[in-house]
């Protein structure tokens, strides 16, 4: 169901299944749940729970010695996006700088556009509190990842909009069309 987009089913099963695990005593498998279930709060705007529901994530990845390193990005991320949506900016720079060291850190599949990812966050962040040259060190950074273009064509188009915009917000036209 989630991956149908049809949120309503998904999370009415990931409830079903965090009860299931938590009765049969199988919380290595509740980061997923938690996880999933952070996911689909952002996607239906609800930020205050996508941060509850990713914080239950990273102290479940936390207790499990098994935990992914990637588990753990997507869990600071999703933090950071639904902080920086409710304009908690230093709590969404904060993360999104954790959520860029776990990238930048561990072996993690498609560890690049992570990066590129991250630092493309931070810089939209920096635009929401209008400082753009802040911005445009980030964006220039995740525009100088190793084949963004190839891997991440709609982030890299992501990236030069933004590097774009807040280069107009200071008046800077070098090298803009």
């Known amino acids: 169901y989630l ?37 689909i709060y952002i996607y239906e705007s609800d930020y205050s ?7 239950k994530a ?9 935990g992914s390193q990637r588990k753990r ?3 600071y991320n999703l933090i950071a996006v639904s902080s920086n949506e409710l304009k908690n900016y230093d709590r969404a720079i904060e993360y999104h700088q954790k959520a860029l060291d776990v990238a930048q850190s561990y072996l993690v599949n498609n560890k690049s556009n992570l990066v590129a990812n991250s630092q493309n966050n931070l810089g ?11 911005a445009i060190f980030f964006f220039k950074n995740a525009l100088a990842q190793k084949n963004l273009l190839t891997q991440s064509p709609s982030l890299y188009a992501m990236l030069v909009d933004n ?15």
Request: glycine share 2%; hydrophobic share 30%.
């Open 163 to 177: 590097l774009a915009y807040s280069k107009f917000k200071i008046g800077d036209n070098k090298d803009l069309p």
């Open 49 to 55: 729970n996508c941060i509850t529901s990713a914080s």
């Open 124 to 134: 939209v962040v920096y635009q929401n509190v209008n400082n753009h040259k802040k």
């Open 58 to 66: 990273l102290l479940s990845i936390d207790n499990n010695e098994t």
């Open 3 to 39: 991956d149908e987009y049809k949120n309503d089913s998904s999370f009415y099963y990931f409830v079903k299944a965090e009860k299931l695990f938590k009765k049969i005593n199988k919380t290595e498998r509740l980061d997923d749940i938690y996880l999933n279930k952070a996911f």
């Open 73 to 75: 990005y997507d869990s």
